[in-house]
């Protein structure tokens, strides 16, 4: 194992790693607030005679809705601009946010991330979280679990078959 993974898997599983920017948290946010007002536009008059039937549960979810009336559409462009106007300014004022990690073990953490040979698993007993190879964690769930003849039994093509 590289030198550090036993520090980072100290850590534990949830860890929560501190953002560095928090200029990606708005960035889908506006999309789907415009998408959710003009769905709830679209469908404003919209009656219900059959209480069990609610037309919005088969509309497809990438389904793109027609604009709202202009009124609403400024509203939303203004409520852009003004949460992004802020935004900024508060960047401007705030110096800028460090890691609370160590260069070290986030470098060590996309290590583990981009490969595919370990895989981190949650350890029994509340031991925290363990390293493994990939290879053997699959190997033992095989045989742990589907080679556990209580759950599961090997069934004969025949009786496949017949089952069929």
Not at 28 to 37: M, N, P, Q, S, Y
Not at 43 to 52: C, S, V, Y
Not at 93 to 108: D, Y
Request: charged share 30%; glycine share 6%.
């Amino acid at each position: 194992m590289p030198s550090g993974t036993t520090n980072l898997l100290g850590l534990g599983l949830n860890y929560c790693i501190k953002a560095t920017s928090t200029r990606k948290t708005t960035e889908k946010a506006f999309e789907r607030l415009g998408d959710d007002v003009r769905q709830i536009y679209a469908l404003r008059d919209m009656e219900n005679d059959d209480d069990n039937y609610i037309l919005s549960l088969y509309i497809k979810s990438e389904y793109k809705f027609h604009p709202a009336i202009v009124l609403i559409e400024r509203a939303l462009e203004s409520l852009e601009r003004a949460v992004k106007k802020k935004q900024q300014e508060l960047r401007n004022r705030r110096s800028k946010l460090g890691r609370n990690l160590s260069q070290e073990s986030w470098n060590l953490i996309q290590h583990y991330q981009n490969n595919d040979e370990y895989i981190i698993v949650a350890g029994d007993k509340n031991l925290g979280p363990c390293i493994i190879f990939r290879e053997d964690y699959i190997e033992r769930g095989c045989k742990e679990h589907l080679g556990n003849e209580l759950n599961y039994k090997e069934l004969t093509k025949e009786g496949a078959h017949n089952r069929q």
